[in-house]
């Protein structure tokens, strides 16, 4: 009877002793501990940027209301006080400071670089207007026609022209299109590049045969051909 019962009782013995449910537990969260580690970024990561978009928001909001000031000091040709403001009011240098990643703080530094350029100095407009982020629009051609006037300006003209074409070509349309085309060839034409002129004066005569600038590119064209 011993004899029998001796195996019975090593296996027994030899067998392994059942997870308790703690452990049990345990395991299941250690192989989910990644898992759960990204849901909960992934949670704070939108709960973080919906915040910022209302955070955003106010702020362009509150950007527009503080422009107003130095909008009018604009219209007003007091471009001085429209950069530095008055007592009170910012200028547009101090809102694009505070506000230059809003979309009105962007809209400011298109102001704050069409200011200098009216102060005739260029070299700080083509610095505040190269730090624009040019939108795909209309606004968007207004930009690089500024920023093609201020390397005019500084007397580079390439780089003028390049700026006049891709404010044609951003927001292409008869109406702006042959006149920021028109001085992209007389820039061109500046750097001594003719041929560049040439071909955008005859753009002009194929694309806008009805605009205003199709006469001036007709002449202009007639002009150059003879230089060459």
Not at 88 to 104: D, H, I, M, R, S
Request: glycine share 6%; charged share 25%; with cysteine.
């Amino acid at each position: 009877m011993a004899d029998e019962q001796t195996p019975k009782m090593e296996v027994e013995e030899a067998s392994p002793r059942p997870e308790g449910p703690l452990i049990k537990l345990w395991r299941f969260l250690q192989q989910r501990r990644v898992a759960n580690v990204i849901a909960v970024a992934m949670v704070v990561i939108g709960v973080g940027w919906i915040a910022f978009r209302e955070y955003r928001n106010s702020k362009n909001a509150e950007c527009v209301e503080q422009m107003r000031f130095a909008e009018t000091y604009f219209r007003q040709d007091s471009f001085e006080k429209a950069i530095k403001g008055t007592l009170g009011a910012p200028g547009f240098e101090q809102l694009v400071e505070e506000y230059g990643w809003t979309k009105a703080g962007q809209l400011c530094r298109l102001y704050l670089g069409l200011c200098y350029l009216k102060l005739n100095n260029p070299q700080a407009a083509a610095e505040v207007l190269s730090d624009y982020d040019v939108p795909d629009s209309y606004l968007g051609g207004t930009v690089y026609a500024a920023l093609a006037g201020a390397y005019a300006e500084l007397k580079e003209f390439t780089r003028a022209a390049r700026y006049y074409e891709k404010a044609a070509e951003l927001h292409n349309n008869a109406q702006t299109s042959p006149t920021y085309l028109i001085q992209a060839a007389l820039s061109y034409e500046l750097a001594k590049e003719n041929n560049k002129a040439m071909k955008l004066y005859e753009r002009i005569l194929t694309e806008y045969p009805l605009s205003n600038e199709a006469n001036t590119a007709q002449k202009h064209l007639e002009r150059v051909r003879l230089l060459q």
